[in-house]
């Protein structure tokens, strides 16, 4: 069995409706939903890092044991919770953006913060397991942190531009080459074309050099890009099926945690790997945005 491991602080989402009433409160976070997804599909799921000592800190954690992730590794700090807000849109006004937000769209308060203590090592009994890590964020301590470990696949989920936008052209490029799997999606891949000085989503695959590059696209589907018999390939693939959205805030990352689950099984990636991973990561992707809420259900 692989070991899927995330590192950061953990998040706690409060959803709330158009008219600004809070419906749900449930755990968050792109790297955090990707580990509960993995858990939930039967795989060995470790969560390393940081947590307020209050009751959105009990939710969040209680969420991530709900699902079988292993949370010893994550210490509890004298501080708030990391809370996302996310605002679902009034579907009779024909508003399909749902917005995520690090301010209350109560009171205003900054409603993020992040840890300065995260540990930076794996428990013992995992030093020899086949590791997958997970990061959506791209901070100093979480290169500290891949960079401790041994006989890992690092798996980077870049979803917003406010993770990396501030770093130097440099940083990124010692950071992401580390990756051997990396989804992105369409509202960051111009700035990280700009960033990283490429202009196309090839020569960014020819210069971070991953086993598997994944651009989604949302309801036009995703591009995949990899290397078959040292020959850059590239494969579209589009859904057949599509549904109406009720929240579409964990779509991406069901459609992260079952491709990186396929890529981890896999032995080779080619286009029949690509068609499979698509028809399996569009379907758990489906599932999530037809629910409030950003993570698989049981």
């Given amino acids: 069995m692989k070991v899927f491991i ?3 602080d953990i998040i706690l989402d409060k959803i ?14 792109c790297n955090w939903n990707d580990l509960y997804n993995l858990s939930l599909m039967g795989e ?3 969560a390393v890092g940081s947590i307020g000592n209050d009751d959105e800190g009990k939710l969040a954690i209680a969420s991530l044991n709900k699902a079988g992730v292993n949370t010893d590794s994550v210490i509890i700090e004298e501080k708030n919770t990391n809370i996302m807000n996310v605002i679902i849109p009034n579907k009779d006004l024909e508003d399909d953006s749902i ?5 209350s769209p109560i009171t205003m308060d900054f409603t993020m913060h992040f840890s300065k203590n995260l540990p930076v ?3 013992k009994e995992l030093e020899k397991e086949e590791k997958y890590i997970i990061l959506d964020k791209f901070l100093p301590v979480n290169l500290e942190f891949i960079n401790n470990i ?4 690092v798996c980077l989920d870049i979803g917003h531009i406010r993770f990396f936008e501030h770093f130097t052209r440099q940083y990124l490029l010692n950071f992401f080459k580390k990756a051997d799997f990396i989804q992105l999606n369409e509202n960051v891949i111009s700035l990280l074309f700009e960033r990283l000085h490429v202009k196309s989503l090839v020569e960014l695959f020819e210069v971070l050099e991953p086993d598997l590059m994944v651009l989604t696209k949302g309801k036009r589907g995703a591009e995949y890009v990899f290397r078959e018999n040292g020959e850059i390939k590239v494969s579209f693939e589009a859904p057949k099926i599509i549904v109406d959205i009720v929240d579409s805030s964990g779509a991406g990352d069901a459609f992260f945690s079952t491709t990186l689950r396929e890529y981890a099984y896999t032995d080779k990636i080619d286009l029949e790997f690509t068609k499979k991973a698509f028809e399996l990561a569009n ?12 993570r698989i259900k049981k």
């Fill in 6 to 8: 995330s590192h950061g």
């Fill in 99 to 103: 917005i995520h937000s690090w301010y």
């Fill in 44 to 46: 060995k799921c470790y």
């Fill in 16 to 29: 709330y409706n158009y008219s600004l009433e809070l419906i749900a409160k449930d755990g968050g976070g």
């Fill in 150 to 153: 041994q006989n890992k696949k």
């Fill in 121 to 123: 090592t794996l428990p």
């Fill in 283 to 294: 379907k758990s992707s489906r599932e999530v945005i037809q629910q409030v809420g950003s």
